[in-house]
């Protein structure tokens, strides 16, 4: 989720691509000051698409919190008799 830190997306695993997979989309480019570019990886989320997706969970959590609650009050009226 491009997390400062939080990632094992680093410049030594991006070198080991160019010897063990065939990923020329993500392996380091050289520059002409002899640094290395690393380029966004096609998997990894935008900050509006990782919006998107927190919004998403927090959406499903809240209605499975709500379907638990359901269920929770239907077995209490069902202990107590009021449904059979």
Not at 6 to 27: F, G, H, Q, W
Not at 59 to 67: G, N, T, W
Request: with cysteine; aromatic share 10%; charged share 30%.
């Amino acid at each position: 989720m491009n997390v400062n830190g939080k990632t094992k997306d680093n410049e030594k695993v991006r070198m080991d691509l160019a010897l063990y997979c065939s990923r020329p989309d993500i392996e380091l480019k050289p520059l002409a000051n002899g640094k290395r570019f690393k380029p966004k990886a096609n998997y990894s989320l935008s900050i509006k698409e990782a919006t998107l997706v927190y919004r998403w969970i927090k959406e499903f959590r809240m209605s499975l919190m709500v379907i638990h609650q359901t269920w929770q009050d239907v077995l209490m009226l069902k202990r107590e008799g009021y449904m059979g």
